[in-house]
């Protein structure tokens, strides 16, 4: 069974930073490519970014570019979002998913971790 | 690609068929299009991918179509647990896109 389960979220003041993870079983994680996606309170979802099997390949919303890092370890089966000079916008619950074909489209989700930014 | 979702909020009873549309500012290259199922405090499940194909485990009733700028997701008979938002997101373009969702509430 495909399992995602993503950990680090919590209150940050704006400016502040957080590292996300995201643990990954039940599947070849070094067969795939992974991402991020969010979702503000009552909002809809904002893919945030991509990183390819063997990080060789990494992409970023133009909303976080220069202020995020994906990365991953394959040994870990793990996967990262470093989130520096966060801003109330990025206030959300973020999920990382599995993407089958490196398509940037998401078979499988984790459940979520919230993100707070706020003084 | 800017993705246009109608309507916003669809009220259906149990057993009646759900059309869902998904409109695109632009062409989505090779009708590269997903359709997403999003309950209250769970994440999404993916339900259909390259616009017609269902997902591993998404029972039959569940259908996506369309080309170019247009597509559906029909739901054929709405049981209980299909009431939840629908997400459309296009990964034919980058950035890749989501629309606003479609709420099917039960009527």
């Known amino acids: 069974e495909v399992q995602l389960v993503e950990s680090g979220g919590g209150l940050v003041q704006p400016g502040g930073s957080l590292r996300l993870s995201c643990a990954a079983s039940g599947f070849t994680f070094s067969s795939y490519s992974m991402n991020w996606v969010r979702q503000a309170p009552g909002k809809g979802l904002e893919w945030v970014s991509y990183?390819?099997?063997?990080?060789?390949?990494?992409y970023y919303a133009d909303s976080v570019k220069g202020r995020f890092t994906i990365s991953r370890d394959n040994a870990l089966t793990s996967v990262y979002l470093q989130m520096n000079s966060l801003r109330a916008e990025d206030t959300a619950v973020y999920y990382c998913?599995?993407?089958?074909?490196?398509?940037?489209?998401?078979?499988?989700w984790g459940q979520g971790t919230l993100v707070t930014v706020s003084s | 690609i800017v993705l246009t979702q109608s309507p916003g909020t669809l009220s259906l009873s149990p057993g009646e068929r759900a059309t869902l549309s998904c409109r695109a500012s632009?062409?989505?290259?090779?009708?590269?299009l997903a359709w997403y199922q999003q309950k209250p405090g769970q994440a999404p499940r993916l339900l259909i991918y390259?616009?017609?194909s269902r997902a591993t485990g998404i029972p039959d009733r569940f259908s996506g179509s369309g080309s170019g700028t247009d597509f559906t997701l029909s739901i054929s008979r709405l049981e209980p647990e299909d009431f939840a938002v629908y997400y459309c997101q296009q990964y034919g373009n980058s950035p890749r896109t989501f629309g606003q969702g479609t709420k099917v509430e039960i009527k």
């Open positions: 990183i390819s099997s063997s990080s060789s390949t990494i």
């Open positions: 632009q062409s989505v290259t090779s009708n590269y």
């Open positions: 390259g616009a017609s």
């Open positions: 998913a599995r993407d089958p074909r490196g398509q940037l489209w998401f078979d499988y």
